[in-house]
């Protein structure tokens, strides 16, 4: 059974401050919650506040980006080592956002994922095509690609380990959301990717995730579909109240 998971990804929001109230309120929120896995990832400088509210609850941390090598001459880079130490157990890896602004290629997710893995993390690989792809009706060739690339080299045992995140790019703070059947049909491409890259309990056992605008009001429809298993969230996990309502899909 994939138990999903619901993570809120901050991105470049919340002093440190306002970091520790949203997560006591999503640490209140989250009491009693056993359908689904709940994951905060604030930005760097608010990973210990966070842990430190966290701790105890069922609550978990996660990343936002990382680096793969250990230590060294990297100025500005953090660690997965490090990143355990502070208590993450999870990282996003390559979401759209790296790859749009920052160079994210394939082969550094795959460094990334790697590195995490390695660290005994749980590496959240985003994938997931541009409007300008998917008029071009190009989403099954970047949906494989990302995952070929990001997920290259890789066991069985430590594919078992991955969270898959689906975004569309087009569906990322824009309001639209894929439509559940969108979602459901490129969630069905990866899983049979998973298949032919891990084998059918690889591919039974891994979590993927939705994300794209997803709100209180379209969380319920989409997660009732069948290879959905959780979402990952933006603009809706800034607010305590609309995250709260998430958790309850
Ligand atoms: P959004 O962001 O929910 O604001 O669309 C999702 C994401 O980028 O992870």
Same mark, same amino acid.
């Given at each position: 059974?994939?138990? #999903?998971?619901?993570?809120?990804?901050?991105? %470049?929001? @919340?002093?440190?401050?306002?970091?520790? &109230? %949203?997560? =006591?309120?999503?640490?209140?929120?989250?009491?009693?919650?056993?359908?689904?896995?709940?994951?905060?990832?604030?930005?760097?400088?608010?990973? *210990?506040?966070?842990?430190? +509210?966290?701790?105890?609850?069922?609550?978990?941390?996660?990343? $936002?980006?990382?680096?793969?090598? *250990?230590?060294?001459?990297?100025?500005?880079?953090?660690? &997965?080592?490090? %990143? @355990?130490?502070?208590?993450?157990?999870?990282?996003?890896?390559?979401? /759209?956002?790296?790859?749009?602004?920052?160079?994210?290629?394939?082969?550094?997710?795959?460094? =990334?994922?790697?590195? +995490?893995?390695?660290?005994?993390?749980?590496?959240i690989l985003c994938? !997931?095509?541009?409007?300008? *792809?998917?008029?071009?009706? =190009?989403?099954?060739?970047?949906?494989?690609?990302?995952?070929?690339? !990001?997920? &290259?080299? %890789?066991?069985?045992?430590?594919?078992?380990?991955?969270v898959i995140a689906y975004e569309?790019?087009?569906?990322?703070?824009?309001?639209?959301?894929?439509? #559940?059947? $969108?979602?459901? *049909?490129?969630?069905?491409?990866?899983?049979?990717?998973?298949?032919?890259?891990?084998?059918?309990?690889?591919?039974?056992?891994?979590?993927?995730q939705?994300g794209?605008?997803? @709100? #209180?009001?379209?969380?319920?429809?989409?997660?009732?579909?069948?290879?959905?298993?959780?979402?990952l969230? !933006?603009?809706? /996990?800034?607010?305590?109240? /609309?995250?709260?309502?998430?958790? @309850?899909?």
């Amino acid at each position: 059974m994939r138990i #999903p998971l619901i993570a809120g990804n901050w991105k %470049l929001n @919340k002093t440190r401050s306002e970091a520790e &109230a %949203l997560a =006591k309120a999503v640490v209140e929120a989250s009491r009693g919650v056993t359908h689904a896995e709940v994951l905060l990832c604030p930005v760097f400088t608010s990973l *210990e506040t966070v842990a430190r +509210v966290v701790a105890g609850s069922n609550v978990k941390l996660g990343a $936002q980006d990382v680096y793969w090598e *250990e230590a060294g001459a990297f100025t500005g880079e953090v660690s &997965a080592g490090l %990143l @355990k130490d502070i208590g993450c157990t999870h990282v996003i890896v390559a979401h /759209s956002e790296r790859r749009q602004f920052f160079g994210e290629t394939n082969e550094t997710a795959n460094r =990334k994922v790697k590195a +995490v893995l390695k660290n005994g993390m749980t590496p959240i690989l985003c994938v !997931g095509e541009t409007l300008a *792809e998917r008029e071009g009706n =190009k989403v099954e060739q970047v949906v494989t690609e990302h995952m070929r690339g !990001g997920l &290259a080299g %890789l066991s069985a045992g430590e594919l078992a380990q991955v969270v898959i995140a689906y975004e569309p790019v087009w569906a990322i703070g824009t309001g639209k959301t894929a439509s #559940p059947a $969108q979602a459901q *049909e490129v969630h069905a491409l990866i899983r049979r990717l998973l298949k032919e890259l891990g084998g059918e309990e690889v591919a039974a056992a891994v979590r993927i995730q939705y994300g794209g605008s997803v @709100k #209180p009001d379209n969380v319920k429809e989409l997660m009732g579909m069948p290879d959905i298993d959780g979402a990952l969230v !933006g603009g809706a /996990s800034l607010k305590a109240d /609309s995250f709260a309502a998430l958790l @309850k899909f």
